[in-house]
């Protein structure tokens, strides 16, 4: 983290308003306010960390994903009770991510559909997702095939089981 002594004044401030307004938290925020104070370089890294950044490539996937997951769920409802019959709806379910292991990409999808009130036809609170295992990977692979549907939004049976099966 590179500041001049002007933001880091600044920072170390808000530590010290911040050690009084939430005092079961003020041995950590006088710690914060040294460690800015003094530029301890490594322990700034760690501070550094409560800052989450996810790149626009990134948050671009997690909007993919989350519109794939709207367009099986448009799709499996539009087919035939037998087809339905066929795959358990909770196949086609979004379970979100692993907190233990993608925080800052369920905390993103808390905020697109907790705050942001965007794909609200998931029928899903983003905070209360947890999908206990790392998701990202099985994700990115039902979305390669999802893509490569000419009709995203009106696929067929084996089209979806195609994609829950990436």
């Known amino acids: 983290m590179n500041m001049n002594h002007v933001q880091r004044m600044i920072l170390s401030n808000q530590y010290e308003i911040m050690s009084k307004l939430n005092p079961e938290n003020a041995a950590y925020y006088q ?18 960390k ?23 769920k448009v799709s499996y409802e539009n087919l035939s009770e037998t087809d339905r019959a066929e795959i358990a709806p909770s196949r086609i379910e979004f379970i979100g991510y692993a907190r233990a292991y993608e925080h800052e990409l369920a905390d993103y999808v808390s905020f697109l559909l907790d705050s942001e009130k965007r794909y609200p036809e998931l029928n899903k609170v983003g905070s209360e997702l ?29 089209e979806i089981r195609n994609v829950i099966s990436a």
């Open 130 to 158: 947890n999908s206990e295992i790392a998701m990202q990977d099985k994700y990115l692979r039902m979305l390669s095939v999802w893509r490569d549907c000419p009709r995203q939004y009106k696929l067929s049976i084996q």
């Open 50 to 72: 409560e800052f989450g950044h996810i790149t626009a490539d990134v948050c671009q996937e997690v909007n993919d994903i989350l519109e794939m997951h709207h367009a099986l």
């Open 31 to 48: 710690r914060c306010k040294t460690i800015v104070e003094r530029g301890y370089c490594l322990e700034m890294l760690e501070l550094e």
